[in-house]
């Protein structure tokens, strides 16, 4: 979740710097409307950050079993991933900046679907790399040749 908020505010930091620097050198012949913007995109952004985080938290999902990788994921239209272990071709692991300095990483599962990677995004660094080398260890003693 601490990566999801830093992710909103500085969204909202991007939005309502600009914002701020033509208010200081317009200072008092500011029109009202941008202070009113200025204020509504802080107060926007702030409601984001404090809401957003938690609902993804209750809606992302991912698990894996010796035959499949799930993830289900999405707000008004849930998505239900299933990738079959013998699907998998690749197994990758991402560290973003930010994820870099909260220490977390994000799996990608690359199979032979049309639909896509699957991605397990905002892991703690060890348990992404251990479950990267899970999946691998899997893959490689499955049966299949992934297509």
Partial sequence: M???????LLTVLALTVPQAVVLLVLAEDAPGWLVATTVLTVLVGLAYG?????????IHRWEVTPEA???LSGWLVREWRIAPISRVQTVDTEHGP???????ASVTVTTASARGPVKIRGLDEHAAVELARLLTETTQATPGDAT
Avoid: F, G, N, S
């Fill in 69 to 71: 990788v799930y993830t």
């Fill in 2 to 8: 601490r990566w999801w908020r830093l992710r909103a």
């Fill in 98 to 104: 930010l994820q870099q300095l909260l220490k977390l």
């Fill in 50 to 58: 404090i809401t957003v985080p938690l609902l993804l938290y209750r």
